[in-house]
């Protein structure tokens, strides 16, 4: 049984009885918020539903989808989580369109993405698992990537009071709904916001919280900070801002993804020192005013055989020490310096085998439907999470890299926002990310074509835990966590 909400207390999340709460788990993946990676559509997800719906028809592509979103979660996958994993939190990501038609009114609500978010709540509820509710996409984009959906590289959610008042609408009838449910840990208004203008986010957390209050005073906000959760440096103080709240970063290490920090790791005190002032640099804001942080987002993306990868093995050792290392930070995490945990959340629970703690099998329907075209997304570079490009497509793109900064002054190149991005982050997001996923969406839709009811239901039932296959190095670290 649930003893209350969960509320804050100076560093800590406490239950009702004012013990200390520290949530860990991980976000369920791609399902009410799809991601190009997590399932291996190209580009973007409001693209890719539109263009499969095109070429298979509404009929099927509705008896699809309904059966991927039913065999994602299950009572089978709660049981694990919470017995095997020992897990108490599920992240919930969804985008805005499960609630809101584009093309119909953005105040009008659609029931069915109640429904569809509460059967994950439920299942959680029943096994006492908590739950974090995540808008993960918004209109126009909360920031400039793939995964907020806008399908362009510039977010202009922030630009457009409209979207703005939309969303927070859209959280005041979430609020509405769920005011009552003691298993929702509390509500994660944006996922990864980045507005080249801090104040507009600040204006809207604080809009947002005035509004969902009237109706909802209990639930924690769950606020990434800006620029992608790593920036809190325009946040007022608490006292000046919301109450009830932990701040979210988020804290990728470089060290657990291929093409970017250039060697494996090996747990030098060098690279130890920079995942611990990495985290520090993060939660300078929490230390200062002694307030909850939750780490949101982490973790390594892991390499395979069935993806083409030369030793995966040593690549995934490395891997499993980066996130070992992170872990052993976050142990002792808290910002009020008394060496207790914090609460984080790792991304992610379930995919086809680049991250999850859980993966569709390389035998199961999926990859026999889309395995060869996996290997040529691959090559192609599609995915920039996870995925090496081929070096002889690579130079293609290395060429014009070099043309732009051969033919521009240096101190220009961090002109754009965000300005962590580098020449090559902009030109891949536009070239690779935009026009040759867009491209390629069309490829990737006609394997589905020739598919009856029958195989669509077994290609959704490759999620299904029954069939899935588990990371067990990966879950054995978290779990001695």
Known sequence: MSTGFLTTKDTKIVDADGKPVVLVGTAIGGHLNMENFITGYPGHETEHKKVLKKKIGAEKFDFFFEK?????????????????????????????????????????????????????????????????????????????????????????????????????????????????????????????????DHSKLVNFYKRLDKEVRKVDPNHIFFLDGNTYSMDFTQFPPPSEFIKNAVYSIHDYSTFGFPNIAGTLYEGTEAQKTKLQTQYERKIAYQKKYNVPVWNGEFGPVFASKERGDEDPDTINRARYNVLKDQLAVYAKGDPSGDNSPISWSIWLYKDIGYQGLTYVSPDSKWYKVFGAWLLKKKKL???????????????????????????????????LYPHGWTVQDYLFRVTKDMLFS??????????????????LDELAASFKFENIKQREELNKILKEY
């Open 68 to 196: 991927f979103y039913e065999y994602f979660w299950t009572e089978k996958d709660a049981e694990f989580y919470k017995n095997e994993l020992g897990f108490n939190c599920l992240r919930i990501p969804f985008n805005y369109r499960h609630f809101i038609d584009d093309e119909d009114d953005l105040f009008k609500i659609i029931p069915k993405g109640f429904e569809r978010l509460d059967r994950v709540v439920d299942i959680c509820s029943k096994h006492g698992i908590y739950t974090i509710l995540d808008l993960h996409a918004t209109p126009g984009g909360q920031n400039q990537d793939w995964h907020a959906d806008s399908g362009i590289h510039k977010s202009i959610f922030w630009d457009f009071k409209v979207f703005q008042d939309a969303m927070v609408n859209l959280w005041v009838e979430l609020a509405k709904h769920y005011k009552d449910n003691t298993w929702v840990a509390g509500y994660n208004p944006l996922n990864e916001p980045a507005s080249p």
């Open 381 to 415: 570079g599609l995915d920039r999470w996870g995925n090496d490009i081929d070096p002889a497509y690579n130079k293609l793109y290395q060429d014009l890299i070099k043309h732009i900064h051969d033919n521009t002054p240096e101190k220009y190149h961090k002109a």
């Open 438 to 455: 867009q491209i390629a969406q069309h490829e990737y839709a006609d394997l589905f074509t020739d598919l009856s009811f029958e195989e």
